[in-house]
């Protein structure tokens, strides 16, 4: 029997960084709440063949093969296409949709006042109870012929408005889709993400995170969906490597998170997404670089926290330095920043103590999002003579995230506790 396990020992320095969603647990809650929230949505514009145009489990995976990983994207972007479906079966059949009264409307609104953002949509029910299938595969085809360092929601709005050209009144539709893809990553901002966390946090912890009126009431996705999928056993060795000093351990995920661990500052529009995944599988007490510390970054800058965020180089390094510092968050995100947007050398970093190494980092990532600025950060410190490879283990089941990961990893594995056995010298 020929040994696949990968002998590591050669190596001085090995660090392990996992991905959380499709990794470390499946995200039942978070496939669900797309659904849900789209289902919403489409009750609130008077949609009654909501079923038969909610997408399949194939689509959404097809989406996040081509870099749509965040789900508060994705669902904007899916219901945004059912809009733009809406309104261009409108402009063929000369049928007539309130688009200049519902943009004038939300225009003058807040997304923070939920009824009259439901009265204004509602105005769709009136004209339209059904509506042609969005073709949903040729969506992610068109995205996926994009930069892969664009923001995905900036992208499908520039599809958008290419389709809306003929569509009469345009340009209000433009501004009724800008109500969902602009600023998707805050609740305070897109009304389709606000709808998502409402679902998936339940009340009292979607009022509790976002001292906001919750729309829904009972308990969220998250407690009564998601299902671990990295064993006690993994854990319990990944908890024994990290012992070594030679080893480090840490998470890599575009989940929202709190914010970092040593800044000084409220969590009130935090939510803890990622800590009750890390919980539940017992990773808690591994460095964790998520989305709520990116927000905090980009506010400390005055960026735009999708311009730093996965498929950004600049969590790929603040993950790498906060794993290297067992948990260091607030120097790894300033640190991060100043190598990716500052162009600061590593070698003056926390870097500095992986330079003189032989370092390999073994990144568990479920799509290409998170693998491709590990690689050019690879890349850059290799070029500023660290010597340092990225090997990355694909963990996929559905045919299309396969392919797509097969672009970039020797080998993809059907769950994390096979992947991590075959470079464990332990197994």
Known sequence: MVDNTRAYSTFQRRIFLFDV????????????GITRTLTELCKKIGL?????????????????????????????????DILTTIAVQSYVTQDHLPARDVSGRLAGSKVQNSDEIDEVLSLFSSVHTSTMRPDYMTLAKEMAVNDTHSHPPDIALQLFSQKLLPVNQSSYWLELLKRFLIGTRSVYSSLGTRLFQNIILGSSNF?????????????????TEDKTLIS????????????????????????????????????????????????????????????GMMEWLAKEHGQRTEDLTKPNSTQAVAALINTITQGQDVLALHEAYAIDKQEKDPGTTSLSTIKEADTVIYVFEDTISGIVPLLKTT??????GFNIKLEPLGIANEQSKRIALEQYCQQVFSNVNDAFASINPCQ
């Open 21 to 32: 969603d499709g990794v470390i647990v499946n995200p039942i809650a978070y496939r669900l």
């Open 48 to 80: 009654t063949d909501i079923p038969s145009i909610l997408p399949t489990e194939a689509e959404v995976s097809a989406m996040e093969s081509q870099g749509v990983h965040d789900v508060w994207d994705m669902t904007n972007i899916m219901f945004c």
């Open 207 to 223: 009022e509790r995170t976002y001292e906001l009126k919750s729309a829904c009431e009972g308990a969220g996705l998250l407690e």
């Open 232 to 291: 006690k056993e993994t854990v319990d060795k990944l908890k024994e490597l990290s012992r070594d000093a030679a080893n480090s351990v840490g998470v890599y995920t575009a989940r929202p998170s709190l914010p970092p661990t040593h800044a000084k500052v409220s969590s009130v529009g935090y939510s803890p997404e990622a800590e009750i995944a890390l919980d539940n599988a017992g990773m808690r007490s591994f460095p964790l670089i998520a989305m």
């Open 379 to 384: 890349e850059l410190l290799q070029s500023r």
